[in-house]
């Protein structure tokens, strides 16, 4: 497989190779990336389905389990984080992350055991590492591609299965808001809803629910909010006492950037989350914004790292000196000039 090697990271291959090694094979391992969102569980639940539908054995291990807001979903009960001792396969297949034993929630040996290894993945940058690649980073969701692969395969999508993917395709589209909302993603959603997928449930499951102690701290959030730059950088502050007031822990908080971010004008939101642990004071900073103010390598000058649109950070020390520090870069940010995103 080495020739198909690109020097420049970025990869578009076929889904036949993939097609034809599923269909060559009994039993499968199915893994996907550390920290799965409903993408990653979504996409896998549905291959699962869909390769059992045709008699064949499929275990899905996810190390970290499944994350409270993608619970709801059909036959999560499914989903292992350790592999049954017994279990003996032929083909391991990696969805949804790049298949390196640094991003796969899965032992990497139960990968290399295997005798053929299949990689399906739309992330930037993943290389054919495997026997069998099907990889493409204009596809939006892995989601989307399992749907085509389904589709190619000729096996009929139930309600199960379509749930599992519409929560895919809604996870990395933000509920079809983002700029990679392209027509396929929304024609495979309205095959999906006519198979019985409930988008209702979706959007309010994954979106819109918010627990009464995640409410009260967006409420903290918002009325500490501060504005400089002429409305262009947002910012908020919470602290350790302010999580201890609702009871609620800093993953909950996730969200208040973004709805900073909705502000209008504001070019960049950010949001420092106070924690103590064994090692002292720090805080996690998460950065939302345009992306030619590329959040990435804002966060980079920290220590951190993301995306152009949405990085995190992490600092440790004292809360005031920590957000006096990076208020300050982002003034400063916002005057000067960022690389352009690299193009696909
Ligand atoms: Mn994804």
């Known amino acids: 497989m080495k020739e198909l090697v690109k020097p420049k990271g970025v990869q578009k291959l076929p889904l036949s190779p993939v097609k034809e090694a599923l269909a060559r094979h009994e039993n499968f391992y199915m893994t996907t990336h550390v920290g799965p969102d409903a993408d990653a569980i979504g996409s896998a639940l549905a291959l699962k389905i869909g390769l059992e539908k045709l008699g064949k054995s499929v275990v899905y291990v996810s190390r970290d389990g499944v994350p409270p807001s993608n619970k709801f979903l059909p036959r999560t009960d499914e989903v292992l984080t350790q592999i049954p001792y017994d279990y003996t396969y032929s083909c391991a297949v990696v969805l949804d992350c790049d298949g390196t034993a640094a991003r796969v929630a899965s032992d ?3 990968i290399e055991r295997a005798r053929e290894r299949v990689l399906i993945d739309h992330h930037r940058g993943s290389q054919p590492i495997f026997e069998a690649n099907w990889l493409d980073p204009n596809k939006p969701a892995t989601a989307l591609m399992i749907y085509e692969l389904l589709c190619a395969m000729e096996i009929e999508i139930d309600r199960d299965m379509a749930q599992n993917l519409l929560a895919g395709l809604s996870c990395d589209t933000g509920h079809f808001r983002f700029g990679n909302t392209t027509p396929e993603v929304l024609h495979a959603a309205g095959v ?4 019985g997928a409930d988008a209702r449930e979706i ?3 994954m979106f819109d629910e918010r627990s009464l102690s995640s409410t009260k701290l967006l409420g903290t959030a918002i009325g500490k909010m501060q504005v400089e730059h002429d409305g262009a950088l947002v ?6 006492a302010d999580f201890l007031a609702v009871g609620t822990g800093d993953e909950s908080v996730e969200n208040v950037v973004n709805v900073m971010r909705n502000v209008s004008g504001a070019q960049m939101a950010i949001i420092f989350r106070e924690r103590r642990d064994e090692d002292g004071v720090h805080a996690r900073i998460s950065v939302r914004a345009e992306e030619h103010l590329r959040a990435d390598l804002f966060a980079k000058e920290f220590g951190g790292g993301g995306h152009a649109a949405a990085a995190g950070l992490r600092q440790r020390g004292d809360l005031d000196s ?3 520090k990076v208020i300050g870069r982002a003034n ?4 000067e000039s960022h690389p352009p995103v690299p193009a696909i």
């Open 203 to 205: 959007a309010f499951r």
């Open 235 to 240: 910012w908020t502050a919470l602290s350790q």
């Open 322 to 324: 920590i957000i006096h």
């Open 108 to 110: 990497y040996g139960f």
């Open 192 to 195: 999906l809803v006519s198979r």
């Open 332 to 335: 400063a940010w916002l005057e």
